[in-house]
Each structure stands twice: as C-alpha cells, then as structure tokens.
C-alpha cells in the first residue's frame, strides 16, 4: 500500500523546498543530507555537471559545494508544485541573493519516512534572467 499523502501536502511538499535553499544558503550540509530520501534512487545534475546517482555521490558533490559555506542566498523563485500521488515535482528558477533569476530548476520529492524527502534535483541555465518577484515565493 502506498503511503498516505498528508492533505495539506502542497504546502509541506513547498517548505521541503524552501529547506533545500534554506540549507544550499546556510552551507549546512546536515541539513541538506536529511532532506535527500534514504530508500528511494537519487540523483542530482549541478548546472553544467555531468549526472550524479546514488545518496553518497550527491551528499558528496553538496559537500564540496557548501564547504566553504557559499557566499550568496540562493533564492528560489516562482514555485510551482505538481503532485502526483507520493512523488511531487517543483519547478521553478534560482537566483542567488537580490539578482535575477538565472537558472530553471526542478525538485522532484517523494513521500518517504512521513515527509517529503528529495530524490532529484536539476538546475540550468536560462536564456535570459528573470527579474526577482515584488513579493516572497516562501512558505513559512
């Protein structure tokens, strides 16, 4: 059977996000390590990388990025959850501190444990930058 969605998911599945950026931002790399799912495949594509699959290779490259601690927010913008059952996508696009939004994004999660837990993360670069919001794209 598989496991029960809570109802409120959209907006948990929104502050699993807003985590992801809260611990790349804060280079806490204990955070970041349990939002990545335990029992579900993995796998993650830096802009510009090659593909890393598996749990060690991701937490591995996310520690050499955060260490040292990056010197910029990294702000998630337009947020856009689609759910599927117990698998939910985010799209949206990545700017780093006040500047316009330079990469697209996806997040892909699934419902592992009671909470939603990253198994792939993407990001690209954009044709052109997107200017940032008026308003906050956060849940709190």
């Avoid at 698998?87 to 330079?102: F, L, Q, S």
């Avoid at 419902?111 to 919001?133: D, I």
Wanted: hydrophobic letters at 45%; aromatic letters at 8%; proline letters at 11%.
């Amino acid at each position: 059977m598989p496991p029960l969605v809570p109802p409120r998911a959209e907006a948990d599945v929104l502050r699993a996000n807003d985590s992801f950026y809260s611990a790349f931002s804060d280079g806490d790399l204990a955070a970041m390590s349990a939002l990545w799912a335990e029992e579900s495949p993995v796998a993650c594509f830096h802009p510009g990388s090659a593909g890393l699959f598996g749990r060690a290779d991701v937490l591995d490259s996310w520690r050499q990025i955060l260490r040292p601690r990056p010197p910029f927010v990294m702000r998630c913008d337009r947020p856009r959850v689609q759910l599927l059952g117990d698998t939910a996508v985010v799209a949206c696009y990545e700017a780093n501190g006040d500047r316009p939004a330079h990469l697209a994004a996806t997040n892909v999660f699934v419902f592992e444990g009671g909470r939603w837990r990253l198994v792939h993360h993407q990001a690209g670069p954009l044709v052109s930058p997107l200017p940032k919001p008026a308003a906050p794209s956060t849940i709190n």
